[in-house]
């Protein structure tokens, strides 16, 4: 016979109810202690229990001074599939990448059906700090490449997409890590600009074949690295 829950327990798929129910959105607060104590009728002590609870799983985040948010990590557990495991970077990154071939040209063709306005100004905004980082040598761009990927995965309105391309995203963390291939910052803005436009323009055959020119192009120059390092 299953084993009664406890009262953090209850508590925890309360405030995951309560955040359904309310259509909390990533970066939205939730009610401070008092009133989410108040709310579900437990005491104090039980609510700070499951937020660590939750704050554990990576589905809310705690910021000093500032109340309890939404976490953007979207309740997925740190290195999920074991990357940090893997000690062929090389295969992993190529792995990944065919993992992206396979996925993102479709679904920058459904962003190119769903995307909103907002959505769209973001792919851009995002575009131009990616460049701006690219020319100030910073490695911002890092972080804003995940973020324009992500957007577009959001934007296809695929729910499943959207959970699973953070993960994938990891390859582009790792590729720009281990290679810093000068030669691909300006074609980057420029396929990325090609992406959006297509996007903008409701064309979802351009935006697939966009997408799928930058995951080739990136896996290409992948797989002429990997040929050279093992030809020394």
């Known amino acids: 016979m299953e084993e009664s829950k406890t009262l953090v327990e209850v508590t925890t798929e309360k405030i995951l109810q309560y955040m359904t129910a309310h259509d909390l959105q990533v970066g939205d607060k939730l009610p401070n202690e008092y009133e989410l104590s108040h709310y579900l009728d437990v005491g104090r002590s ?7 609870t939750l704050v ?3 589905i809310l985040e705690v910021r000093q001074g500032a109340g309890t948010f939404v976490s953007d990590k979207r309740g997925i557990v740190n290195d999920p ?3 940090s495991l893997i ?3 090389d295969r992993m990154i190529q792995d990944l990448f065919e993992l992206r071939y396979l996925l993102e040209p479709k679904m920058a063709g459904l962003a190119a059906r769903h995307a909103t306005k907002e959505q769209i100004d973001e792919m851009k905004e995002l575009i131009q700090k990616i460049e701006r980082s690219f020319i100030e040598g910073t490695t ?22 959207f959970h699973i391309i953070p993960i994938i995203n990891e390859s582009i963390a790792l590729f720009n890590k281990n290679y810093d291939i000068a030669h691909l910052k300006n074609e980057t803005i420029d396929i990325h600009l090609e992406i959006v436009k297509a996007i903008e323009q409701r064309n979802e055959l351009a935006a697939l074949d966009a997408m799928t020119v930058h995951m080739a192009m990136n896996r290409k120059e992948l797989q002429k690295i990997i040929a050279m390092k093992e030809s020394i």
């Open 140 to 161: 911002e761009h890092v972080a804003l490449d995940i973020d324009f990927h992500t957007t577009i995965a959001e934007a296809s309105g695929n729910v499943a997409l």
């Open 46 to 52: 039980t609510i700070r229990e499951s937020v660590r």
């Open 87 to 89: 000690k062929d970077r």
């Open 81 to 83: 599939l074991g990357f």
């Open 56 to 58: 554990s799983r990576n």
